[in-house]
């Protein structure tokens, strides 16, 4: 359920509970799915937490969770209510942080949405707060960040990206535009970093994750959401892609895919033989609509016979 490079660290690498104590983790989109777990699995290694996402009591009861196992106290997790989308607010932020503990060891950008929605049928507003969001958001926060990083000569920026933003799907292509775009920017980012070995660039690539991310997902207007997750048995659990994130941390891996099959299948299709990957997604994105039209979760039914239970 990962590249052969992140089964390879998860195998013989470095172990997050060796690696990753005794940090600051800035965690944004942490009041739900992947970020929410994150929060869980790193404050049993005793790191100090920054919880970032916008509802200040999601979060307040994503910290009390923390809190129960005993490994943080109140004072290792800083809530800081934060809009990706408001990039007038990270520069304040970012020093209410590093006011908080000190230094920042890793940023995860994690906070994003998706989409749900042809592109005919689509404002583009829709398609400018995608962008606003997941890439401009994104960015925005990282050079907030990345100065105190260069200043210390270490650190490590996270993103959590998606395959959508190394293949493509119907009803996200303003999505798989946003996703894509990180992709481009942070592998740009890297290159520009090459004098500084103590920072890395590390990009996760998830498949289908269980999360709340189907049921925020944008629609064909900007003010509504698809509102109901639909089917997420066929999804990896999010406790698993969590722990493969934790292992790149860890091991300073530059660029991971997580996903169960066919979608990881998939993705290696489409680095040799990008033209027959490119013909079967137009395939299963005929199917993919279908069942969108049906009220069927997009991706549901299509995978059926590979589908593996996860809890
Ligand atoms: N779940 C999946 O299948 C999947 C697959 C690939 C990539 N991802 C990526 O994982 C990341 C987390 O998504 P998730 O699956 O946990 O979904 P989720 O909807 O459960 O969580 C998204 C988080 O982002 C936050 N967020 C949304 N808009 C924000 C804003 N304007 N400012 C600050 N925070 C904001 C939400 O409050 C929430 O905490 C996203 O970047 C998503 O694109 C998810």
């Known amino acids: 359920d990962g590249d052969l490079s992140l089964m390879w660290a998860e195998w013989q690498g470095r172990r997050p509970e060796w690696e990753l104590t005794d940090m600051v983790v800035w965690v944004t989109g942490a009041s739900s799915g992947i970020g929410e777990e994150l929060a869980y699995q790193l404050s049993k290694l005793g790191v100090s937490l920054v919880l970032s996402a916008r509802r200040a009591n999601e979060l307040e009861r994503v910290k009390r969770k923390c809190l129960e196992n005993d490994n943080l106290k109140e004072k290792d997790i800083l809530v800081l209510p934060l809009d990706l989308t408001n990039t007038n607010s990270h520069e304040v932020a970012t020093k209410a942080v590093l006011q908080e503990f000190g230094k920042i060891d890793i940023l995860v950008n994690n906070g994003g949405r998706s989409q749900r929605s042809l592109l005919l049928d689509t404002n583009l507003d829709v398609y400018k707060e995608l962008m606003d969001l997941n890439y401009l958001g994104t960015v925005s926060?990282?050079?907030?960040?990345?100065?105190?990083?260069?200043?210390?000569?270490?650190?490590?920026?996270?993103?959590?990206?998606?395959?959508?933003?190394?293949?493509?799907?119907?009803?996200?292509?303003?999505?798989?535009?946003?996703?894509?775009?990180?992709?481009?920017?942070?592998?740009?980012?890297?290159?520009?970093?090459?004098?500084?070995?103590?920072?890395?660039?590390?990009?996760?690539?998830?498949?289908?994750?269980?999360?709340?991310?189907?049921?925020?997902?944008?629609?064909?207007?900007?003010?509504?959401?698809?509102?109901?997750?639909?089917?997420?048995?066929?999804?990896?659990?999010?406790?698993?892609?969590?722990?493969?994130?934790?292992?790149?941390?860890?091991?300073?891996?530059?660029?991971?895919?997580?996903?169960?099959?066919?979608?990881?299948?998939?993705?290696?299709?489409?680095?040799?033989?990008?033209?027959?990957?490119?013909?079967?997604?137009?395939?299963?994105?005929?199917?993919?609509?279908?069942?969108?039209?049906?009220?069927v979760d997009a991706d549901s039914s299509y995978f059926k016979p590979l589908k593996k239970k996860h809890e």
């Open 141 to 295: 926060l990282t050079k907030c960040v990345l100065p105190h990083m260069i200043e210390r000569k270490q650190g490590k920026i996270v993103t959590i990206n998606s395959l959508m933003g190394v293949m493509s799907a119907p009803l996200a292509s303003g999505y798989c535009a946003s996703k894509h775009a990180l992709r481009g920017f942070f592998n740009g980012l890297r290159t520009e970093l090459a004098t500084y070995p103590g920072i890395t660039i590390s990009t996760i690539y998830p498949g289908p994750v269980q999360s709340n991310i189907v049921k925020n997902a944008f629609t064909e207007e900007v003010r509504k959401s698809v509102g109901c997750e639909g089917d997420q048995s066929f999804k990896m659990a999010t406790s698993r892609c969590v722990r493969l994130i934790l292992i790149t941390m860890a091991n300073d891996l530059k660029e991971v895919w997580i996903s169960d099959q066919p979608f990881l299948l998939m993705t290696y299709l489409g680095q040799y033989m990008p033209t027959f990957m490119l013909w079967l997604s137009s395939k299963l994105g005929k199917r993919r609509i279908e069942n969108f039209k049906n009220g």
